[in-house]
């Protein structure tokens, strides 16, 4: 089944714990990216990635790090994670060519205390 | 600035009548317009998108959307609502000739259908 898979899908941390939220997928796509989604501020782009090796910020890159060592994997980073990143965090991916439409995981609820 | 608006952050149907929830965008050139949905404790699932062609796209679980470029609106639509149709609407935008795969989110619409 494609799919793409995040965990962990629940966490709760606290302020200066490292983390990391993994983010797998299994269609060989070119394209990954990472969403942060706050009530009354729909969905905002973290960071992307057009192919291994290369990443890009988005909207709202601060206090985030993400690495494209491999095509299926792209670990969302937080160093020293703030209560201001308690978030639903979304991984999404796609082929290449901007017709295409991006293929999301089931969501990381993140706290931080 | 490029966005999306979703004016109405709840709308509130009886089962069996037509819904529609409204999409506005602003985007420099021809745009490519998404619409997806989710569900509670879900992620985004794609609903259906308009490239180019007619401005009349149909798209899953009988739901369509009708592109309007003087209005710059692209509305979702469904003739008759289901309860199971309640859930958590988003449009979003991909400009035209953007270098990335980006997708530009409204903020959300909820749709509750009653029974």
């Known amino acids: 089944e494609a799919q793409v898979t995040q965990n962990p899908r629940y966490l709760i941390t606290v302020t200066g714990k490292k983390l990391t939220v993994t983010c797998s997928q299994n269609?060989?796509?070119?394209?990954m990216s990472w969403y942060r989604q706050d009530p009354g501020l729909g969905l905002r782009q973290i960071y992307y990635s057009m192919n291994v090796e290369v990443t890009d910020k988005g909207d709202v890159p601060e206090g985030y790090k993400v690495s494209r060592k491999e095509k299926r994997n792209f670990p969302l980073i937080l160093e020293s994670p703030s209560p201001n990143q308690t978030s639903l965090y979304f991984c999404a991916s796609s082929l290449p060519g901007i017709t295409g439409e991006l293929f999301f995981g089931e969501g990381s609820r993140l706290t931080v205390l | 600035a490029q966005s999306v608006a979703q004016p109405e952050d709840q709308v509130n149907v009886a089962e069996g009548n037509p819904l529609t929830v409204k999409c506005t965008y602003s985007?420099?050139?021809?745009?490519?317009l998404f619409w997806y949905v989710q569900y509670p404790n879900r992620g985004l699932q794609f609903l259906l998108k308009?490239?180019?062609?007619?401005?009349l796209v149909k798209g899953s679980y009988g739901f369509e959307a009708e592109f309007n470029k003087s209005q710059t609106s692209f509305h979702l639509k469904k003739p008759s609502a289901l309860v199971s149709d309640s859930a958590l609407y988003f449009c979003a935008v991909r400009p035209y000739g953007g270098a990335t795969n980006k997708l530009i989110f409204g903020t959300g619409t909820l749709l509750a259908v009653q029974p």
């Open positions: 985007v420099s050139g021809n745009p490519y």
């Open positions: 308009y490239i180019t062609g007619d401005n």
């Open positions: 269609m060989n796509h070119e394209y």
